[in-house]
């Protein structure tokens, strides 16, 4: 029976995953880990309580090294397909947007910071820690804005940590625009201290 709703909210998360694993073990895959940022890890973190429509894969993970996510296996792609339509998920449900992030480089000591949940079997999820969403919801309110800016407001990043995400950002886009839409940015949010010191 498939939903009325797309939304994924930390049940639906679970399941989907759950059932990711079952799909992967009918279909004789390798073990795979993967490492999501966005809304799923801060929902399946606990960082925040709201609902997504995707799983953001930034990187995969093979022997405890972090490997470029651009392109998806095959196998996984295809199980993810089947789960995905099983739940009436949209056609992306399972996506590899981000991985540009981890060519471009990764903020400093990134692997550390990782949450790691063995699903079961064939599937480990690696989800980016609170530290790391304020780098890369940084980047996505300066680049994006909507509801990015409301995700960073609401992890409650201090000034210090504010300053740090916004060096990173700009060895993401090192253009001078860039850096004064940061600074116009932090401005409209009322945080001066942010916008004087980068």
């Not at 999820?125 to 509801?147: E, L, N, P």
Request: charged share 20%; aromatic share 8%.
């Amino acid at each position: 029976m498939k939903y009325q709703n797309t939304a994924l909210d930390k049940t639906r998360l679970i399941e989907a995953l759950q059932m990711l694993n079952e799909r992967l073990i009918l279909d004789a895959a390798p073990y795979t880990e993967l490492v999501v940022c966005g809304g799923s890890a801060l929902i399946a973190t606990g960082l925040l309580h709201r609902t997504t429509r995707d799983i953001d894969i930034i990187t995969l993970m093979c022997d405890n090294e972090l490997k470029d996510a651009e392109p998806l296996p095959k196998y996984l792609i295809n199980a993810a397909n089947i789960v995905g339509h099983s739940l009436g998920l949209p056609n992306n449900w399972l996506n590899n947007g981000p991985a540009s992030q981890f060519r471009m480089g990764l903020p400093e000591g990134f692997q550390t910071r990782l949450s790691t949940v063995r699903i079961g079997e064939k599937l480990t999820m690696h989800y980016v820690g609170r530290y790391d969403q304020i780098f890369f919801k940084t980047y996505a309110s300066a680049d994006r804005g909507g509801y990015h800016v409301s995700d960073l407001l609401a992890l409650n990043p201090t000034d210090e940590e504010l300053i740090a995400a916004s060096h990173w950002c700009m060895t993401q886009d090192v253009s001078e625009a860039f850096r004064e839409i940061l600074k116009d940015m932090f401005s409209q949010l009322e945080r001066q201290n942010v916008s004087d010191r980068i």
